[in-house]
């Protein structure tokens, strides 16, 4: 089974709009969105939702009022201000201590110097992960709870997810659309696959992102290949940025002008090759494809 992750240094480059072109055109494959504190893939496509399953990744604390005494030793050692006094009272205090769980970091510590026992450590609910069916096959996507962490073992279990179900199902391809950055989920996004396809602007900050992105890849080992979106917005820094890929021996994928295409398409739920595979803005992505596919060997 081969992978693709689409990436990109910055937000707002295009990234989401070339991985729903790139799955249209793959007609039959496993997707997945690794961008799950701002999951939008979904939205390009008709889909039908088929499970919904908690993920936990990691503990947070919950005090047992009814075994509390109110030592407030809880609330001396907690560093992040988690717990409070204003629980209900017990009969043997008129107060006790809650835990505010958007504050709670997970730390453990307060559970492990409570002499009574009186703080439980349970598994915390995170956010969501959804399995969904469309047109050219499963897709996964996932809802990160507000103020919650552990996005990056949230990319992991999608992408283990998604693996399987591939496999299970015999499909040959896995597309990836990834989070902006550098961070935990894109590193997570990245390991073992195939190639990584990284969509830029031509902007001085799409360019420093586009390195920064462009070494982590480095160093975890996948090729990797540039689509410069919007070419067209500053000639000279595309430029700039092929030289660039040249001198780095960085394959560049394709230019994309700007193009009314794929706003229309978004505003219709739809990706730029389902509203019209005869644009012009389809048949750039199309030749784009073609040549992803020969690098990898699909």
């Known amino acids: 089974m081969k992978q693709i992750v689409i990436l990109s240094g910055k937000g707002g480059t295009g ?7 790139f799955i249209a055109l793959s007609k039959k ?25 908690i993920f936990s990744g990691g503990k947070k604390a919950k005090i047992k009022s009814g075994h509390c005494t109110a030592c407030g030793k809880c609330e001396e050692i907690c560093r992040f201000g988690a717990i409070k006094y204003d629980g209900p009272g017990n009969g043997r205090v008129e107060k006790t201590f809650t835990v ?8 453990g510590i307060c559970h492990r110097f409570c002499a009574e ?25 996932a809802r990160l709870n507000p103020g919650e962490g552990n996005s990056g073992k949230m990319v992991s ?29 894109v590193i997570a996004s990245i390991t073992g696959v195939d190639i990584v396809v990284l969509v830029t602007e031509p902007t001085l900050s799409g360019f420093h ?16 290949g540039v689509i410069i979106n919007k070419a067209d917005i500053n000639s000279s820094i595309s430029t700039q940025i092929e ?14 002008p700007y ?22 803005a389809s048949k750039i992505l199309k030749t784009i494809w073609e040549k992803l596919t020969k690098i990898v060997g699909i």
């Open 29 to 53: 494959c496993v997707s997945a969105d690794c961008d799950v504190d701002a999951a939008n893939l979904n939205l390009l496509f008709s889909s039908r939702q088929i499970s919904k399953s």
């Open 209 to 224: 992102d586009l390195k920064r992105v462009f070494e982590l890849t480095r160093q975890l080992g996948p090729k990797s």
């Open 259 to 280: 193009m009314d295409e794929f706003f229309e398409a978004q505003k219709k739920g739809k990706t730029v090759i389902e509203d019209n595979v005869n644009s012009e």
């Open 15 to 21: 990234k989401t709009s070339v991985a729903g072109g």
């Open 100 to 107: 505010d769980e958007v504050a709670c970091e997970g730390c």
């Open 157 to 185: 279990d999608i992408r283990d997810r998604a693996m399987a179900l591939a496999e299970e199902r015999k499909y040959e391809l896995l597309i990836l659309d990834g989070s902006p950055g550098i961070g935990c989920p």
């Open 243 to 256: 030289n660039w890929c040249e001198s780095e021996n960085c394959s560049i994928l394709g230019r994309i």
């Open 117 to 141: 026992g009186a703080i439980e450590f349970l598994p915390a609910d995170c956010g969501d992960i959804y399995l969904s069916d469309t047109e050219y096959g499963p897709q996964f996507h």
